[in-house]
């Protein structure tokens, strides 16, 4: 069975450019998490989806960053416009119960110049 | 306000010694869980073991077992042998009570390296 999967699995922007990180869920896992680590700091909840909606959205740091997951598969992050203080990198996890142990991908390493 | 802390940025141990690495939490939900997580060098999250507030013994799995002090609120994570392939971040995290029960809450993390 395949696990969580990011991509890309590096990226590094310009400030003020858009960027869309993707997030490929384990199948059949209905609950898909966004989390992002900056540099030196623990890792930071963002959204909650249960299959297509959004469940809990406190941990968006603000309206640059947009999160979809349509048809309840796959999901995409995108920030626009990117700014310094947005490099870290971001994890996806997926889990089956809402209870349920938290499965993480690679990460997607975002770089913001 | 839920919490996880780590007071310990970084941490050697010899191979085949014992560990033990730090986590402390805060939280005022009488259900919740702990989680332990290792994050190799290759970025990925690794589950090793999980520990239920209400689970009356420690939990293990191999080589890794949970220090569960309720009381305390600690919750450290104890390898026994150390293996040069231990060498990661681990991040102590909690389950805590959010709108839809399930967020995870980190600590900033330990970075482990195992001496040969």
């Known amino acids: 069975e395949a696990g969580v999967t990011q991509f890309p699995s590096h990226s590094v922007i310009e400030k003020g450019q858009t960027v869309t990180l993707r997030c490929d869920p384990i199948?059949?896992?209905?609950?898909l998490y966004w989390y992002r680590r900056v540099m030196g700091k623990e890792i930071k909840f963002l959204l909650h989806?249960?299959?297509?909606?959004?469940?809990?959205e406190s941990g968006m740091p603000n309206n640059r960053f947009l999160a979809e997951r349509t048809g309840g598969t796959y999901s995409t992050l995108k920030v626009q416009p990117a700014e310094l203080e947005d490099s870290g990198v971001y994890f996806c996890?997926?889990?089956?119960?809402?209870?349920?142990?938290?499965?993480f991908g690679p990460g997607t390493r975002l770089t913001v110049l | 306000a839920q919490k996880i802390t780590q007071t310990q940025p970084g941490m050697f141990v010899q191979e085949k010694e014992a560990v033990t690495l730090d986590c402390t939490y805060d939280?005022?939900?009488?259900?919740?869980?702990l989680f332990w997580y290792k994050q190799p060098s290759s970025g990925e999250m690794i589950f090793l073991i999980y520990?239920?507030?209400?689970?009356?013994q420690n939990a293990t799995e191999g080589r890794y077992s949970l220090n569960f002090q309720k009381a305390r609120k600690s919750a450290n994570l104890v390898i026994s042998a150390s293996q040069l392939g231990d060498s990661a971040m681990y991040f102590c995290?909690?389950?805590?009570?959010?709108?839809?029960?399930?967020?995870?809450?980190f600590g900033t993390g330990t970075s482990l390296t195992v001496i040969p």
């Open positions: 199948s059949g896992h209905d609950n």
């Open positions: 520990q239920g507030s209400y689970d009356q």
């Open positions: 989806f249960v299959k297509e909606s959004k469940q809990d």
């Open positions: 939280t005022s939900d009488p259900s919740y869980g």
């Open positions: 996890a997926s889990s089956q119960g809402r209870l349920g142990e938290q499965f």
């Open positions: 995290a909690m389950r805590g009570r959010s709108n839809t029960g399930n967020q995870f809450y």
